[in-house]
T-cell receptor, first 114, second 113 residues
Framework: EAEVAQSPRYKITEKSQAVAFWCDPISGHATLYWYRQILGQGPELLVQFQDESVVDDSQLPKDRFSAERLKGVDSTLKIQPAELGDSAMYLC????????????FGPGTRLTVL | GENVEQHPSTLSVQEGDSAVIKCTYSDSASNYFPWYKQELGKGPQLIIDIRSNVGEKKDQRIAVTLNKTAKHFSLHITETQPEDSAVYFCAASTNNAGNMLTFGGGTRLMVKP
C-alpha cells in the first residue's frame, strides 16, 4: 500500500538554528499539505500545495517558516531560526485532488527545540 | 473560519463495550467529515469518513452519523478491543476552503481488557 514518506522522524535542535523537513507524497497525488500538531491537540494546517503552487499559506509564520514543492512532487518545510515554541510534530499529508478528497498522512517529524 | 469541538477528551471503556465520540462544527458549508485514529508516535490514519449527502455510514465495528441541521457528527465503535486504544480526531472541511481540514481537539480512548 502506498504511503506518505517523511524524514527525519525525529529532530532535536537548539533555538536559533535552522531545520528542514522532507515529505514525499503518495505517487500521483497532486495536493500536498503540511500540518503542525502540538502535543495534546489536533493538527493545524500550515500550507497547502496544488502541484507546485501554494493554495493556502495563511497560517504559515512566514517570518521564519518557508515551504516549497519545486517539481510538484516532494516538498520541504524549513524553519529558520527555530524557536522553543516550534517544538511539535510536523505532519505531511497528500490527496489525489484538491476538492473533497481523502487526505493521507505520513508518520510525521517530531521536532524538539532546546 | 470553521471551528470543531470534540467531546469527551478522554474515554475509558471495558473491552466489548461501545464507545461514542461526538463533534460539533460551526460552518454550515462544511460537507466532508473524516475521522482519524492516531497511535503514539504515528501520523493520523483515516478510519472512516462521511459526506453531507448521507446521514450514516458503517464499516464493520465503526459507524459515523451526521446531523446537518444540528451541525454535529458522531463516531460509534462497537465491541471495542484493546487495539482500539488510541487518540481519535474528527475533522471538517468545505470545498470552498480548498479541502482544508479543521480538526477537533482529540479523544483519548482507553479500552481496558
Amino acid at each position: 500500500e502506498a504511503e506518505v514518506a517523511q524524514s527525519p522522524r525525529y529532530k532535536i535542535t537548539e533555538k536559533s538554528q535552522a531545520v528542514a523537513f522532507w515529505c514525499d507524497p503518495i505517487s500521483g497525488h497532486a495536493t500536498l499539505y503540511w500540518y503542525r500538531q502540538i502535543l495534546g491537540q489536533g493538527p493545524e494546517l500550515l500550507v497547502q500545495f496544488q502541484d507546485e503552487s501554494v493554495v493556502d499559506d495563511s497560517q504559515l509564520p512566514k517570518d521564519r517558516f518557508s515551504a516549497e514543492r519545486l517539481k510538484g512532487v516532494d516538498s520541504t518545510l524549513k524553519i529558520q531560526p527555530a524557536e522553543l515554541g516550534d517544538s511539535a510534530m510536523y505532519l505531511c499529508a497528500s490527496s489525489l485532488a484538491i476538492i473533497g478528497d481523502t487526505q493521507y498522512f505520513g508518520p510525521g517529524t517530531r521536532l524538539t527545540v532546546l | 473560519g470553521e471551528n470543531v469541538e470534540q467531546h469527551p477528551s478522554t474515554l475509558s471503556v471495558q473491552e466489548g463495550d461501545s464507545a461514542v465520540i461526538k463533534c460539533t462544527y460551526s460552518d454550515s458549508a462544511s460537507n466532508y467529515f473524516p475521522w482519524y485514529k492516531q497511535e503514539l508516535g504515528k501520523g493520523p490514519q483515516l478510519i472512516i469518513d462521511i459526506r453531507s449527502n448521507v446521514g450514516e455510514k458503517k464499516d464493520q465495528r465503526i459507524a459515523v452519523t451526521l446531523n446537518k441541521t444540528a451541525k454535529h457528527f458522531s463516531l460509534h465503535i462497537t465491541e471495542t478491543q484493546p487495539e482500539d486504544s488510541a487518540v481519535y480526531f474528527c475533522a471538517a472541511s468545505t470545498n470552498n476552503a480548498g479541502n482544508m481540514l479543521t480538526f477537533g481537539g482529540g479523544t483519548r480512548l482507553m479500552v481496558k481488557p
